[in-house]
């Protein structure tokens, strides 16, 4: 369907074949994921996050790449920070004058996530680059969007489907003049206890912006993954440790509690042991867990009629590290998720050195973050404080990150077969490695013409589609079936990528633009009489109407009325009209600056005086051709000329020449005939337009 | 060639019977909306029954007995077996409502018209969609696309749009709302503009609305009034759809500290209005953006109510203390808490009697309607459902053993079936026993415990793990006495006598000059207790106010008809709403616009084909950039002149073969390319419908003095006027000068000139 082709610089940018989809973050790395794409002249930003490991203005994607003003659409999949955590800062503090959209449940949990990173990273970093005013504010500027409900913003159409990453996680099918572009946002394929399977969509995409996290990385089943989870916590609590979950306050972490709770309730030797969630904020959200069932699998939603499943027996809510009394065995699970600072961070540090002590990551870890440093098992590590600390504490790494892995990319990629696909969100390796699987996977097909894409930051993947652009012939102008070399004449009307072709008469009934018309009437002064006139515009325009007293028409649309020394000319308004006005405008004034007016006017021709005429005609031949080349004397309409013994036939009524012996003379005779004659004759004016 | 479209007005076309039409495109046949009315007229359903096999997707617009009623009964007894179509709260809330009216009529009379299996029956059939979202479907209906749009009224309310590929758009809009309201979003008439068939109602076309808060404040000062004399208010609303506006409402109205209203209760009584409260909170999606926003914000669900209590039958409701506020279905007063509620409390001169919307006439509520002054009498058929007594039961028990008996030998012999087809596992005996449960009388026979073990009832509702008591033997709760400054806090329920209901039902059958008409009819209840439903005809005395308060959420008369005139429809379709009405709107339609306006009586077929000439081109790139496109508004416009290419394949595609299939819609489209011919010409066309006050204020702009005086537009010193004919033509008149060119470019520059 693409092919490459030269596009035409002349081209406007939205006629223009040209498709670029460049990351201005999360290319080739994983976090501030900001895609932009580009196609007949819209601007989609595809998520605003930050990236997790930097702070400040570092952690921002390259968007001073792009101008923001001129973006059309931000779409963001789901409340993760890597993937909204720019958002406020680009809603206020840039140009940006586009529409955003997210779920409803993204934005209900957006509102309180950022607030809490806000707060957060307060302790950590000066440099902020929003206040909870600017998210506040923020807010009004988001529009939401339903599960499968198609929107259309000045003709880009989109419409999401679920993700399974998180709750209100979406993926955003896009649809440019029949261009479709599916950005997957982070999906997961799995079901899990709350969230369903990512949705396949029933269209195929031209594209597919895919997410790459974890290359070519197999996940293990859920229930093994679940099974090592909790012997695990089991055994580090029964040693009598402590154990530390850090998590994304949301997300992830309902998983993690539903399972925990389970567990407990199926082991009463452990019921003396507390968990800790010590989360404010999971707290504050969980009314948005609870209102938007309708986002999560069949399973709870059948659950939530009898229970919520959401409510707790055997895991207490944790304030803060100073509510905390730290006397023996635990679980406590705290945010942030990669240990950056916060709870997670503090509880950490006070643990690490005790071997009793365990530490399961459970998430996807960034390249900079203490988690993914901490996973590498070095002896010791620096605490905020700048103290070195040995690490003796267990580590592990059990991946309970939603996040598709190679084999449901590749199931998920064999059902859609986009020919085009592009690596996003992955960290460089893991996506070199993704990349050579999926070909070699796929270059078995020789029907098989997949090309894949895994741009670095602020490099972009051009693809060329040539969209047939076809439009719509309706009413009047589609009676008679087409016919080829049937001409077409009509207006054509485009709008969002459409086009419809109408006849002008039919423009009302079939679109909501109307026709209207435009009267003039001009007036000015003139002194001179109406016969002075008259005559000078006959000269100009030939035979001038006289519709009643002191009314001409001249040109058959301008209609000259003089009264009491004013002359006003009314027509209807066209370009056309409007010259002959000036025309006429110009010869009255023209009358009207004549000093001396003749008693009385000769009378103009307004007939052609035939004689005369072919008087002319013969002069002009005899000059052009030599004396001889005509008779002296002929009659009637008919003549002929000799030119070199060949004879050319003029015939005088319709203007014609014949020479069958010579085309070249025919044209000579015929365009000074022609000629002569135009001259000759009074003028004359097409009063059809 | 167009499609062609059939409207079949099975009921709901020239009066105000429940809508259910057939619409038929081609091939394809929907059912618009499957109402039933209030008393389960017989007579279209048999009409309807006739074409159940026919029928190729149903499309609900409303989750009320209006619109969907006949659901049950088409699904469970006519074996209507298509796909219906409706969104999320359609379906979770039309649930409610016929579990509502089953439960309703089973409570005053034996209902067999459909059983909770063929709700649950009709129900699965449903598939759920979202606003906007687009469904295209398959097979016969190949080509065709429907689409639900948002209609305000109720929550999920819908109008339909179905789309045959690129030709026709058909609207079903009815019983829309285009205000916005407290919990509900208007309508979305952006998405409709010129549809070639719009389907609509005129039911609310004569009728004028008063203002919100005209409305609102009505409301309020008759609640309180009441509330102080000391009366009781009973409101009739519907189930899980106006209800969710009042309570709403009224939760708001409660929460205030100055309204006076926080001594006073206020309830809401339905047979589930648990679940619809509960669906409520979980559909903040579907509400208006100001609830949303105030959930996203504060995480204030605005169906977590503070004030309303919850109550599920007459018995709750006696132990909230009156005088109180009573929010009962249905609306109509026919079946339900309402008429219960009603018969018992109309005889009262200060209690109140609020009637919410326009139900079909002959119902109860309607009548209260018309009447509007009380006292009156009217006689009312009361049926009520009694336990059975003396020698009635003594007859129903002995038939009963006798079923039972044969119940039970039929038990053991699948019993021991059972047991000697599985004789490795004969402890899945006990498994087996549990699954039967659901039969009383064999768990009694069985004699399986005669200990009752009390299911311990989780109450919780916290997030997290509070910090209970284990136990380790006997579960013991001892009760902590709570006290205020008055000391022990009074229970109430325990100075309550019970039976309560019967009581003051019998004080009213006392005073009255009753016509008993005893219809035997005993059976088993849900409640395990033999009961017969008993008939009476009452001449009820009704002495309380009665007011009617229109909180129906649809578009009144005046705006309907704007709004149908700004549509622009192509052809206008007409039902449902008396003569009057219809031909009021019809009138007004075809005066303002250039509709077609086809007005169906029930049980018509119109032919609603629009003679459409319709195909489908290719442009060339070198075509399209030889354009010269003008802006106007949203869309870009130009002159074109082109030629249809030559092609080998002369055959020439119309939309008729559109659905066919797509490989051969592509392949022999004809292609457009340029003219070079440049004898072509055309007459200039300007497009645009100029309004002289924006133009007025163009012109300022541009720096030159004008002012408007009697209707014309007076610039530069008067020297140049311009005016606007009754035609829409605008005439410009001036001296010559050069301001004169000036303003006709700035003229010039308002059209799309082509």
């Not at chain 1, 419809?500 to 001009?522: A, F, K, T, W």
Request: proline letters at 4%; a negative charge.
């Amino acid at each position: 369907m693409a092919t490459k082709v030269k596009v035409e610089s002349t081209l406007p940018a939205e006629e223009s074949d040209l498709l670029s989809i460049r990351p201005l973050g999360a290319g080739q790395e994983v976090g501030r994921s900001c895609i932009m794409l580009e196609f007949k002249g819209k601007k989609i930003m595809l998520d605003c996050g930050i990236h997790p490991g930097l702070s400040g203005m570092d952690a921002l994607p390259f968007v001073d790449l792009v101008e923001a003003d001129e973006i059309d659409l931000l779409l963001i999949s789901h409340f993760h920070l890597d993937h909204c955590g720019a958002l406020p800062w680009f809603l206020q503090k840039t140009s940006f004058k586009g529409r955003c959209f997210m779920t409803h449940a993204t934005k209900a949990i957006y509102r309180w996530l950022l607030s809490d990173y806000i707060k957060v990273s307060n302790i950590a970093t000066e440099q902020m680059l929003y206040t909870e005013a600017d998210l506040e504010s923020s807010m009004d500027k988001i529009e939401t969007i339903n599960f499968h409900e198609e929107k259309d913003v000045m003709g880009v159409k989109f419409w999401a489907y679920n993700a399974g990453h998180v709750l209100g996680a979406a993926m955003f099918m896009i649809e440019i003049a029949g261009v479709k572009i599916l950005y997957t946002g982070d999906f997961s394929r799995q079901e899990d206890r709350h969230l369903m399977a990512a949705e396949i969509p029933n269209v195929h995409p031209d594209v597919l912006i895919t997410e790459s996290t974890y290359g070519t990385h197999v996940h293990e089943k859920r229930e093994e993954r679940e099974s090592r989870f909790t012997s695990l916590v089991n055994s580090i609590v029964t040693r009598g440790g402590r154990c530390l979950i850090p998590v994304f306050a949301l997300g992830r972490a309902q998983e993690l509690l539903l399972i925990l709770d389970e567990y407990w309730s199926q082991h009463p030797e452990l019921h003396d042991v507390p968990i800790y969630y010590a989360s404010s904020l999971a707290k504050k959200c969980m009314a948005v867990y609870q209102t938007y069932v309708n986002a999560m699998n069949d399973k709870i939603k059948n659950q939530i009629a009898v229970s919520n499943p959401f409510v707790f027996k055997h895991i207490s809510n944790l304030k803060g590290i100073d509510h905390f009394e730290d006397v023996g065995p635990c679980v406590v699970m705290a945010s942030p998720g990669m240990m950056q600072s916060g709870l997670s961070r503090e509880l950490f540090e006070s643990w690490c050195s005790d071997h009793k002590n365990g530490v399961i990551i459970a998430g996807y870890c960034v390249e900079g973050t203490l988690a993914k440093m901490i996973l590498s098992e070095p002896e010791e590590i620096t605490t905020m404080a700048g103290q070195k600390v040995p690490l003796k504490m267990s580590v592990d790494y059990i991946s309970f990150s939603a996040h598709t892995d190679y084999q449901q990319t590749r199931d998920f990629i064999k059902i859609l077969k986009p020919p085009h696909i592009v690596l996003v969100h992955g960290e460089q390796n893991e996506m070199n490695r993704l990349k050579t699987a999926l070909i070699r996977e796929f270059e078995v097909d020789p029907k098989n013409k997949m090309q894949i894409y895994n741009p670095r930051n602020t490099v972009a993947v051009e693809l060329y589609f040539r969209g047939e652009k076809t439009a719509k012939v309706m009413g009047t102008l589609a009676v008679e079936p087409p016919k080829p070399g049937n001409i077409l004449s009509g207006i054509l009307v485009k709008r969002n990528f459409n086009y419809l072709l109408l006849d002008p008469g039919d423009l009302g009934r079939y679109s909501d633009m109307v026709i209207s018309q435009v009267v003039q009437r001009q007036s000015m002064h003139y002194n001179g009489p109406i016969n002075l006139l008259q005559h000078i515009l006959t000269q100009l325009a030939g035979p001038v109407e006289s519709l009643e007293d002191k009314k001409l028409r001249i040109f058959g649309c301008i209609d000259l009325t003089l009264v009491d020394k004013c002359v006003t000319l009314e027509w209807i308004a066209s370009p056309v009209n409007d010259m002959y006005a000036d025309t006429v405008l110009a010869a009255v004034l023209q009358a009207e600056s004549v000093e001396d007016v003749p008693k009385s006017m000769p009378s103009t021709p307004t007939k052609m005086d035939r004689m005369h005429f072919k008087e002319c005609l013969m002069e002009m031949l005899q000059d052009m051709f030599g004396e001889d080349s005509v008779p002296k004397i002929f009659k009637g309409d008919k003549l002929h000329v000799t030119v070199d013994g060949k004879k050319a036939d003029i015939d005088l009524e319709h203007m014609v020449v014949l020479c069958e012996e010579d085309e070249l003379l025919q044209q000579v005779v015929q365009t000074a005939v022609s000629k002569l004659y135009n001259s000759l004759s009074p003028p004359k004016v097409d009063t059809s337009l | 060639m167009p499609s062609i479209i059939k409207l079949h007005a099975i009921s709901g076309a020239q009066d105000e019977s429940p809508p259910c039409y057939l619409l038929q495109v081609d091939e394809f046949r929907f059912l618009l909306d499957c109402g039933w009315d209030e008393k389960f007229n017989p007579n279209f359903i048999k009409e309807l029954k006739r074409y159940a096999g026919q029928i190729d997707a149903v499309l609900l617009s409303f989750p009320d007995q209006q619109h969907l009623g006949a659901l049950p009964y088409m699904v469970g007894k006519c074996g209507l077996s298509c796909p219906i179509y409706a969104t999320i709260p359609v379906y979770k809330m039309g649930q409610m409502f016929m579990y509502d009216l089953y439960q309703s009529r089973t409570n005053m009379e034996e209902f067999d018209i459909f059983s909770l299996d063929d709700v649950d029956a009709a129900f699965d059939k449903i598939i759920q969609l979202k606003y906007n979202q687009t469904i295209t479907l398959k097979g016969k209906g190949y080509g065709l696309t429907i689409t639900p749009l948002p209609a305000g009224h109720m929550i999920g309310g819908t109008m339909w749009k179905v789309v045959k590929m690129g030709e026709e758009d058909i609207v079903y809009a009815i019983d829309f709302n285009h205000k916005k309201e407290r919990h509900l979003n208007g309508c979305d008439l952006e998405k409709l503009a010129r549809p070639s068939l719009l389907i609509t109602d005129a039911a609310n076309c004569m009728n004028e609305q008063e203002r919100r808060r005209v409305r609102d404040e009505k409301l309020m000062t008759n609640i309180l009034q009441t509330l102080r004399k000391g009366g009781n208010v009973l409101i009739a609303v519907d189930t899980a759809g106006r209800v969710l506006e009042i309570s709403h409402m009224l939760d708001q109205l409660w929460r205030n500290k100055e309204s006076g209203l926080m001594a006073y209760s206020v309830v809401l009584l339905n047979n589930v209005s648990y679940n619809v409260v509960e669906f409520a909170k979980s559909q903040i999606e579907w509400m208006s953006d100001k609830l949303m926003k105030t959930f996203e914000g504060a995480r204030n669900n605005p169906f977590q109510f503070k004030h309303i209590q919850l109550c599920h039958s007459i018995s709750e409701l006696n132990k909230v203390p009156s005088p109180k506020v009573v929010l009962a279905s249905s609306p109509d007063m026919e079946s339900g808490f309402s008429r219960d509620l009603f018969v018992q409390w109309c005889s009262n001169p200060l209690n109140s009697i609020i009637v919410t919307r326009r139900t079909t006439p002959g119902t109860l509520a309607r009548i209260l309607i018309e009447k509007e002054t009380s006292p009156f009498t009217i006689p009312l058929e009361v049926k009520k459902r009694v336990p059975l007594e003396g020698a009635e039961l003594d007859a129903y028990l002995r038939s009963e053993k006798g079923k039972s008996l044969s119940n039970i030998k039929r038990y053991l012999k699948d019993f021991f079936y059972k047991i000697a087809s599985y004789p490795n596992k004969f402890f899945i005996s006990e498994e087996y026993s549990s699954d039967e449960s659901d039969n009383e009388m064999e768990q009694v026979a069985l004699g399986k415990h005669d200990l009752v073990v009390k299911q311990e009832v989780k109450t919780k509702t916290g997030f997290f793990k509070s910090n209970k008591k284990q136990f380790p033997m006997y579960p013991f709760y001892e009760e902590k006495i709570k006290y205020d400054e008055y000391g022990e806090i009074v229970r109430p329920e325990d100075y309550k006598m019970t039976d309560l209901t019967l009581e003051a039902e019998e004080e009213v059958v006392n005073k009255e000059n009753v016509q008993v008409k005893e219809e035997e009819m005993p059976a088993v209840d849900i409640n395990e207790v033999p009961t017969k439903c008993v008939t009476t005809v009452r001449n009820l005395h009704v002495a309380a106010m009665i007011r009617f308060i229109d909180f129906e959420g649809r578009s009144d008369g005046s705006s309907l008809n704007k709004i149908v005139a700004q549509l622009k429809p192509h052809r206008l379709l007409i039902v449902k709403g008396n003569p009057e009405s219809i031909q009021f709107m019809a009138n007004y339609c075809r005066k303002s616009t250039d509709a077609k306006v086809l007005t169906p009586k029930t049980g018509d077929v119109v032919d609603a084909t629009t003679e459409t000439h319709i195909y489908q081109v290719k442009l060339t790139d070198a075509l399209l950039s030889s354009l010269e496109f003008k802006k106007i508004k949203d869309a870009e416009i130009a002159w074109l002149d082109s030629k249809l290419a030559q092609k080998e394949v002369d055959e020439v595609i119309y939309s008729e073969d559109v659905t066919m299939s797509e490989s051969v819609l592509g392949a022999e489209i004809p292609t457009l390319e340029p003219v070079k011919d440049l004898s072509l010409s055309h007459h200039a066309t300007f497009i645009n419908k100029l309004r002289l006050s924006d133009f007025m204020v163009v012109v300022k702009k541009a720096g030159y003095h004008c002012e408007f005086s009697g209707g014309i537009l007076q610039c530069c010193n008067g020297t140049i006027a311009l005016r606007k004919l009754e035609s829409g033509t605008v005439t410009m008149e001036g001296c010559i000068s050069p301001e004169y060119y000036q303003i006709r470019d700035l003229l010039y520059s308002q059209y799309a000139i082509v």
